[in-house]
């Protein structure tokens, strides 16, 4: 036997003290053809063969150990100089270490992620972001320490008297390190103080004391504010140089706010109507209303109130049972508006929400418009399947009239989790015509089960399938086989961002064709063809793989000609669980 491994020869060792057979293979072969048992004596043979193979399988499965234990000591050989190569090969890297400014501008970045740069202070739990980069290494120690973003961003709960010393000096901890011109984010909440003969705690004296560096502040309290926060609420208009953007419990709050010079944003979440008189309060100075809708019967305050209001956004949670009513209203300045609906129960389903939101508005300065259905974690596919139509199709007709009513002209427009037909899509892009920059999202959804979708299709539900008509439509000579020949959809488009389902989005060629005809970087080319030039398109498909040999010419534009292309596409796992019954 040879050995791989030393390179020498050995003497193989008898499998068995029994002598060979004198049966022959070619006996053994009419044996096994053969109806009738083997004699006695051939059995005698036949056992010593069997013993035989026995023992040479014994023989090589002892190899073949012996062989794995050496393969695997070779590959922890070959891991261990790979380990060394990739620690050797950084000796030769031309930046051994970020420069400083660098990893601050690093630092920073993880500050102003969302999650990452509040600082939470409170008796029950102290989480400073900060401290973790510092417990890396002295040198990250160092540029953490002096990297103010990651110490201007404070949450404090204030509920309990518990732990006061703790609270005071992580405060002040957060407070020092950020330095002292920095303006603070601050988010007050669980405060709940009714007896003005308490007196102040420390550490909300150590927070006033800074009120005049405050850019950000959210309450979410529960209490009197000008008993919470006496040291600076007991004088009369108190100052707040630095406040741009304000998130009062009660808009009666405002009154407190009236002298902040640079305050231009207010967001409003979950609270009353306000009654009565309004405070006094600079009302034309407010650019930005955010309203957080979750279960009121009223809004808590109407954005007529805002003569120069610039961007208006709702946000609809899924506690939400009845959508309020809005006051009809004109805002002449409105430029952007923002509606995120989440509920899709039998009175504030997405479509009768955005219904409410239109009817009640005339913006005739609005630019840009997103809507967000944000029905995937209400919707599923299994859900769609057994909600009715009226709940879920696109109210085209307020859509529509909105439009017409407001005279708006539209440039930006972002659609995410809508569930909108052909025919209505392309009614909404056709009272668009300035539309430059186009938005189209499709969350991924699992497939509900055959039981589920038995003797039900689209055209049965009500709601009519998307389908590749409207992107064809998008071509920038028209089609010849109807009247839009020479007459594009939305002609000034630039930028078009698409993540749909393979469902519908079935044709590479045509939407290859459509990109490739609005590609006129000539503007003397794209005025007599009446288009803008196409500058960015964004495409994923979710449930299939695309065609590289098809979407080379677009890959060949982004690398050469200065498009910004981006392609991808997914087949999301299968789901394990299996979907509940409607």
């Not at 083997?38 to 073949?64: F, K, M, W």
């Not at 630095?242 to 009660?250: D, G, I, K, Q, R």
Request: charged residues 20%; contains cysteine; aromatic residues 8%.
């Amino acid at each position: 036997m040879f050995c791989e491994i030393c390179q020498r020869n050995f003497s193989q060792p008898a499998a068995s003290t029994i002598p060979p057979p004198s049966i022959s293979s070619t006996d053994l072969q009419q044996l096994l053809r053969s109806p009738y048992p083997p004699s006695a004596a051939q059995v005698s043979e036949i056992l010593g063969i069997v013993t035989n193979i026995d023992a040479e399988i014994r023989h090589y499965e002892a190899r073949i150990l012996r062989l794995q234990s050496e393969m695997k000591l070779l590959e922890n050989k070959q891991q261990q100089l790979k380990i060394r190569r990739q620690r050797y090969n950084s000796l030769l890297a031309p930046v051994r270490r970020l420069h400083t400014e660098v990893l601050d501008h690093v630092f920073v970045m993880y500050a102003n992620i969302v999650g990452c740069n509040m600082n939470f202070i409170g008796p029950s739990l102290i989480f400073l972001p900060g401290q973790t980069l510092m417990s890396v290494c002295v040198r990250w120690r160092e540029i953490a320490n002096s990297c103010k973003p990651l110490w201007t961003s404070i949450a404090l709960e204030l509920g309990s008297t518990e732990n006061v010393d703790v609270i005071t000096e992580t405060l002040q901890w957060c407070l020092d390190h950020a330095g002292p011109t920095a303006p603070l984010n601050i988010i007050l909440r669980d405060i709940a103080v009714e007896d003005t003969d308490i007196e102040e705690p420390e550490f909300c004296k150590l927070l006033t004391a800074q009120a005049s560096r405050w850019r950000e502040l959210s309450l979410y309290t529960q209490g009197n504010l000008g008993a919470m926060l006496p040291s600076i609420f007991e004088v009369e208009n108190p100052s707040f140089p630095s406040l741009e953007a304000l998130c009062p419990v009660t808009p009666r709050e405002l009154g407190l706010f009236s002298n902040a010079p640079k305050l231009h944003e207010l967001s409003f979440s979950g609270v009353a109507d306000m009654e009565g008189d309004k405070p006094v309060f600079p009302w034309s100075q407010i650019k930005t209303l955010k309203l957080k809708l979750y279960n009121q019967h009223r809004i808590p305050i109407t954005p007529s109130l805002f003569p120069e209001l610039e961007s208006l956004s709702y946000t609809l949670s899924s506690f939400l049972s009845i959508m309020p009513d809005i006051p009809y209203h004109t805002l002449n300045t409105l430029q952007a508006l923002s509606v995120s609906l989440a509920k899709a129960g039998p009175n504030t389903g997405p479509p009768k929400a955005l219904r409410k939101i239109l009817e009640s508005a005339c913006y005739p300065a609005l630019r840009r418009l997103v809507v967000d259905f944000n029905m995937y974690a209400t919707y599923n596919a299994y859900v769609v399947v057994g909600h009715d139509a009226e709940e879920l199709g696109w109210p085209q007709h307020e859509v529509t009239s909105f439009i017409l009513r407001s005279g708006c002209s539209l440039t930006f427009l972002q659609l995410r989790d809508a569930f909108i037909s052909t025919r209505d899509l392309l009614a909404l892009l056709l009272h668009t015509p300035a539309l430059s920059h186009l938005e189209f999202y499709q969350p991924h959804r699992c497939k509900p089960i055959e039981e589920q979708l038995k003797n039900m299709v689209p055209a049965q539900m009500g709601l009519e399938p998307l389908t590749m008509a409207w992107i064809k439509r998008l071509h920038a000579h028209g089609t010849e086989d109807s009247y839009d020949f020479g007459n594009p959809l939305v002609p000034k488009l630039t930028h078009l961002s698409l993540t749909v389902l393979s469902d519908w989005f079935d044709d590479d060629q045509l939407f290859v064709n459509v990109i490739l005809s609005r590609w006129v970087p000539d503007p003397i080319l794209a005025s007599e063809i009446g288009v803008a030039c196409l500058k960015s398109v964004e495409l994923k498909v979710w449930g299939r793989l695309l065609d590289d040999k098809v979407y080379q010419p677009l890959l060949q534009l982004g690398n050469l000609a200065g498009m910004k292309v981006e392609l991808l596409s997914e087949i999301p796992p299968v789901p394990i669980a299996a979907p509940y019954a409607l």
